[in-house]
């Protein structure tokens, strides 16, 4: 099934200048960009965005981390999209990142891990509206 998704390149991994080479490992496997922008959230707006977590130990610090500095955010789409973007970001901590994966090759812990990807339909149907209007979404 042809599915969208929601990534963030997190603060760490723009401050490492490595836009270009994430966005190439969903390229290379041939999902498509379909909305894309640079934005600082605020703390607030972090901790909205990650709201289902709110109960966890470290939402404070992720929210705090979040926010910063820049984040860019996009739309991916192909089929299976959601698991695929999962597979290529690689485990939540890099210590499990299988070799290869983002995460692997750009994160620097648990928390400050390059890449954040939906992990079902129903997160990515909260999160691609969180971050872009139809505007910024054009059908092609
Ligand atoms: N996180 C953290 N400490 C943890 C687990 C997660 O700081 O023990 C952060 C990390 O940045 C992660 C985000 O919280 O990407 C959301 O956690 P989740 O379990 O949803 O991981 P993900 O879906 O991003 O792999
Ligand atoms: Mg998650």
Known sequence: MVQRTLSIIKPDAVQKNAVGAILKYFEDAGLKIRALKMMKLSTEEAKAFYIVHRERPFYNELATFMSEGPIVPLVLEGEDAIKRVRDIMGATNPKDAAP?????????????????????EKSAAYEIPFFFSALEMPEI
């Open 100 to 120: 290869g994966t983002i995460r692997a090759t750009f994160a620097t812990n648990i928390e400050r891990n390059a890449v954040h990807g939906s992990d079902s």
